[in-house]
Antibody
Framework: EVQLLESGGGLVQPGGSLRLSCVVS????????MAWFRQTPGKGLEWVSS????????YYADSVKDRFTISRDNSKNTLSLQMNSLRAEDTAVYYC???????????WGQGTLVTVSS | DVVMTQSPLSLPVTLGQPASITCRSS???????????LNWFQQRPGQSPRRLIY???NRDAGVPDRFSGSGSGTDFTLKISRVEAEDVGVFYC?????????FGQGTKVEIK
């Protein structure tokens, strides 16, 4: 069974930092690119960031570029998202995703809630 | 960014009856490799999104055959041949042909 288990969400003040982690099991983690998506009631579903299989290539949405950093540790089957300079508009449920646009299965974690508020 | 527009946004349906959701993109979704990267997702209440359909019309493993996808270019449709109680939730289209991947606003399916 494939599992993506996120952790690290919580309440943080504007300008603060938070680090999300996602432990993946049930797939050969280092074979796949991974991604973070987020969901808010207002803006819906939004892609946040992606990382290649070996971590050499990273991509960011314009809204988080220069504030968020995606990384992975293939020895620990773990995906991470370091979030700095957080803003109220970053408040969302964050999902760890094995993203796929083709026949390879697409898997989502259960999500972790990040709330940015004073 | 490519804007994905779904309609309707709310869809009350009778059990056993068909349902149809439309998704329109602001640009053609035909990628340079000739494929069209249009996915459909279902999000049941309290759950994470789950992909149902990839590349317009291909069902993911385990997805009932009452779900079907069609379309081309900028206009796409998800059809449910006979709605069942477990189909309640929000359905999203998503395009992956242009960076960044973008989603429609979602269509909430509920039972009348």
């Amino acid at each position: 069974e494939v599992q993506l288990l996120e952790s690290g969400g919580g309440l943080v003040q504007p300008g603060g930092s938070l680090r999300l982690s996602c432990v993946v099991s049930g797939i050969t983690f280092n074979n796949y690119a991974m991604a973070w998506f987020r969901q808010t009631p207002g803006k819906g579903l939004e892609w946040v960031s992606s990382i290649s299989q070996n971590g050499d290539s990273t991509y960011y949405a314009d809204s988080v570029k220069d504030r968020f950093t995606i990384s992975r540790d293939n020895s620990k089957n773990t995906l991470s998202l370091q979030m700095n300079s957080l803003r109220a508009e970053d408040t969302a449920v964050y999902y760890c995703v094995k993203d796929s646009l083709g026949p390879s299965p697409n898997y989502w974690g259960q999500g972790t809630l990040v709330t940015v508020s004073s | 960014d490519v804007v994905m527009t779904q309609s309707p946004l709310s869809l009350p349906v009778t059990l056993g009856q068909p349902a149809s959701i439309t998704c329109r993109s602001s640009q053609s979704l035909v990628y340079s490799d000739g494929d069209t990267y249009l996915n459909w997702f279902q999000q049941r209440p309290g759950q994470s999104p789950r992909r149902l359909i990839y590349k317009v019309s291909n069902r993911d493993a385990g997805v009932p055959d009452r779900f079907s996808g069609s379309g081309s270019g900028t206009d796409f449709t998800l059809k449910i041949s006979r709605v069942e109680a477990e189909d309640v939730g929000v359905f999203y289209c998503m395009q992956g042909s242009h960076w960044p991947e973008t989603f429609g606003q979602g269509t909430k399916v509920e039972i009348k």
